[in-house]
DNA sequence: GTTCAGATTTGAACGCGTTCAAAATGAAGC
DNA sequence: GCTTCATTTTGAACGCGTTCAAATCTGAAC
């Protein structure tokens, strides 16, 4: 029914009479009982069945209501899946948290970031790709460049910032400041080839990690030489101008390589 | 920019008697004219109506044969799709081709080609999300690390070479034997930033052209200096192991292939 | 208690990609 | 001509995500 190029797809006008689409508040009690009681279910579901298995008439006959009353709450399915990318976060910050603890050096806190995020999501791995293939979709929701999944970008990108600002680093660096977001890209790579990595336990991906982490590392160490200066000056100019100053109000934003 | 009746472009031999999904050869020729029919209408009906406008009834129905046939043909929505991909390569093969003949410098290369791919693919660019949506399953046949995408990504990647072998680089540097394969993540990047790019006539991907290559190139230039040794040595041993040996048929950054 | 405008819930229905048993066609031997 | 067999074609049917008009419920105002 939609023509090409369809408007913006709205996602969030959170007036305060808004659809209930979008957060949990501002619903009377019960609505937001059966708003949370869905949500529950198709975490649930999705874990037992996998993103294919479970369905939104499931996923509704679990949580005993109509599918009507699904999309009631949310928009799409995408939408309810949303859920399970931010419990994979908070899961992988309880387990990251203890190990960035001490001030070790960055490769080690690195290693154990990308480690922990592999161990984390690794039960979910079997429907990773189905997971990532909406979430690649510009449109999409669960694009993390989309304006919906800003705030666990935010959040994924402070973990960076914490692992940089541990790390006993020259501070003088001027790429200091904007490190994170590199690190941030960086990590978006590695788990676009855990996506794609088949072998026994993603034990390739654990591998690359290994591998690259001493690198980007000695790269890092190496940027303040002034040999790199007509490299890393212009690089970082240049993400003054992508990635600083808040571009347009549209949702496109920065380029990178798969969620979170 | 508009060949409707070019030929299916299928150099590739596949296995003799096999299935007629995946080639053109080996097929009666009464099949096969029905096969590059359904394949023709296919590309032009995905040209008028977009990714998703371009339904398997509609494809069947213009091509005058029922669903079925377009999937005796094709297994997938997908697999008839990429006949699209190609199409794209070999436009924007026939607009770089001329502005590679002069043989100027790595940035002047690289920066053309990548160009020329942003204006080979403009008339898509408003699909290109749903496209891409399908090609970043790694189960999909689309996704550019697919086994069934071997062809169309070497041949890819045979362009970076060529830009690379074209521009007039001190052949010294070890980094030179894999700096194709650099270069073809490089532009992956781009085409990623580019899907997402929603600014008039994608201009902020133009824009990050001219910006990341000169920091590219001079990068390259750099990597021969002794400093940077104990960046670019270790780096191209990981690339070795992980790109190099070719665990399986299709050289890919992908690990192992066996489907789950 | 009655009314009535929301908020909430329902489930049939739509169009999609895909499947598959059955029908139609073609080629070869008689 | 007829029979046999594989190749090719068909279209109804399935399950999916999603939509929506209608039904039901809620609570404040009377």
Same mark, same amino acid.
């Given at each position: 029914?939609?023509?090409?190029?369809?408007?913006?797809?709205?996602?969030?006008?959170?007036?305060?009479?808004?659809?209930?689409?979008?957060?949990?508040?501002?619903?009377?009690?019960?609505?937001?009982?059966?708003?949370?009681?869905?949500?529950?279910?198709?975490?649930?579901? =999705?874990?037992?069945?996998?993103?294919?298995?479970?369905?939104?008439?499931?996923?509704?006959?679990?949580?005993?209501?109509?599918?009507?009353?699904?999309?009631?709450?949310?928009?799409?399915?995408?939408?309810?899946?949303?859920?399970?990318?931010?419990?994979?976060?908070?899961?992988?910050?309880?387990?990251?948290?203890?190990?960035?603890?001490?001030?070790?050096? =960055? &490769?080690?806190?690195?290693?154990?970031?990308?480690?922990?995020?592999?161990?984390?999501?690794?039960?979910?791995?079997?429907? *990773?790709?189905?997971?990532?293939?909406?979430?690649?979709?510009?449109?999409?929701? =669960?694009?993390?460049?989309?304006?919906?999944?800003?705030?666990?970008? &935010?959040?994924?990108?402070?973990?960076?910032? *914490?692992?940089?600002?541990?790390?006993?680093?020259?501070?003088?660096?001027?790429?200091?400041?904007?490190?994170?977001?590199?690190?941030?890209?960086?990590?978006?790579?590695?788990?676009?080839?855990?996506?794609?990595?088949?072998?026994?336990?993603?034990?390739?991906?654990?591998?690359?990690? &290994?591998?690259?982490?001493?690198?980007?590392?000695? =790269?890092?160490?190496?940027?303040?030489?002034?040999?790199?200066?007509?490299?890393?000056?212009?690089?970082?100019?240049?993400?003054?101008?992508?990635?600083?100053?808040?571009?347009?109000?549209?949702?496109? *934003?920065?380029?990178?390589?798969?969620?979170?």
């Amino acid at each position: 029914m939609k023509p090409p190029d369809d408007p913006p797809a709205d996602s969030r006008a959170e007036t305060p009479e808004a659809p209930p689409g979008a957060s949990a508040s501002g619903l009377s009690p019960k609505a937001a009982r059966t708003r949370a009681h869905i949500l529950e279910t198709a975490l649930r579901v =999705l874990r037992e069945r996998g993103y294919e298995g479970a369905t939104m008439r499931l996923i509704a006959e679990e949580a005993g209501v109509a599918v009507g009353s699904a999309y009631y709450y949310f928009p799409s399915k995408d939408h309810l899946i949303q859920g399970f990318y931010a419990q994979l976060h908070v899961d992988h910050l309880a387990a990251v948290g203890p190990l960035l603890e001490g001030s070790k050096s =960055l &490769d080690e806190r690195l290693a154990a970031v990308m480690r922990t995020k592999f161990e984390t999501a690794a039960p979910y791995h079997g429907f *990773s790709g189905a997971l990532f293939k909406t979430a690649a979709d510009p449109d999409s929701p =669960l694009s993390p460049f989309s304006a919906d999944s800003g705030p666990t970008r &935010d959040e994924s990108k402070a973990l960076f910032r *914490s692992v940089v600002d541990g790390a006993g680093l020259r501070k003088r660096s001027p790429l200091h400041a904007k490190l994170h977001e590199l690190l941030w890209l960086y990590q978006m790579g590695l788990i676009l080839y855990w996506i794609h990595d088949r072998s026994p336990g993603q034990e390739r991906s654990y591998r690359l990690v &290994d591998r690259t982490v001493p690198i980007v590392c000695r =790269l890092v160490r190496l940027a303040s030489n002034p040999l790199l200066t007509p490299v890393v000056k212009p690089a970082l100019a240049l993400m003054e101008e992508f990635c600083g100053p808040a571009p347009r109000a549209h949702g496109g *934003s920065e380029p990178g390589t798969s969620p979170s």
